[in-house]
């Protein structure tokens, strides 16, 4: 199963784009990545998934190489409110299988 | 309201004394999970479940049972419950596993247990 490595932590400011990679070398041919955001004290939230090359959608932007070894989560124009942990994710779609997380990265924002 | 919900948000056990959390959702979801989450190691998947009376283990199983007799529950068993099964522990349900990737997850509230 392929494990993912992420940065532990980032700091950015309000209104920067902040670009979040995720290691992912063992990836399988049917595995989706897949982003989730979490708030202390709450259950994580989806944000976007893919498969290869550009995703986006009313949040953030996916970027996934060629070969697919690695992902690049962008949040465009961050706030104050988006300071969280954001975790990337591995799954398999030929069926169920077991999910598994990375470690996340605790991105803060300030002012 | 789409949701899923654990009970209770909050528990204090003792050793050796069995308890089961709650796992119930409303959006007649195929798929559901249980998780938990320690500082330092994010989240982790415990059991799985595809579908009623289908199960599977996760990551960290050990300790831990779980049942799906119903697709609306899938709740989450300690027998017999040990210090370092102190943790926080979410539930995740999502519709199905398709052929465009897995379904965005939901998650439950979570529920926060400390075995003293």
């Known amino acids: 199963l392929a494990k993912t490595t992420q940065p532990i932590s980032m700091d950015s400011y309000e209104g920067q784009e902040v670009n979040i990679t995720c290691s992912h070398n063992?990836?399988?041919?049917?595995?989706?990545i897949t982003w989730y955001q979490q708030f202390p004290s709450q259950g994580p939230r989806f944000i976007i998934q893919g498969y290869k090359t550009k995703v986006t959608n009313e949040v953030a932007s996916l970027f996934i190489p060629a070969d697919r070894k690695s992902s690049t989560l962008s949040l465009p124009r961050v706030s104050l409110s988006d300071t969280a942990v954001y975790y990337c994710l591995v799954g398999d779609i030929g069926g169920y299988n077991k999910l598994i997380f990375g470690a996340g990265t605790r991105l803060a924002v300030h002012p | 309201e789409a949701q899923v919900t654990q009970n209770p948000r909050y528990l204090i056990t003792v050793t050796g004394k069995k308890l089961t959390v709650t796992c119930s959702q409303n959006?007649?979801?195929?798929?559901m999970s249980w998780y938990r989450q320690d500082p330092g190691l994010g989240l982790r998947q415990i059991y799985y479940?595809?579908?009623?009376?289908?199960?599977d283990k996760g990551d960290v199983p050990e300790g831990y049972k779980v049942s799906r007799k119903e697709k609306r529950n899938f709740p989450l068993i300690l027998e017999s419950p040990s210090p370092n099964q102190t943790s926080l522990y979410f539930c995740?349900?999502?519709?199905?596993?398709?052929?465009?990737?897995?379904?965005?997850?939901?998650f439950g509230p979570g529920t926060r247990l400390t075995v003293t």
């Open positions: 479940s595809m579908n009623v009376e289908v199960t």
């Open positions: 995740a349900s999502s519709l199905r596993w398709g052929r465009e990737g897995p379904y965005e997850q939901y």
């Open positions: 063992n990836i399988a041919t049917n595995d989706y």
């Open positions: 959006m007649n979801h195929e798929y």
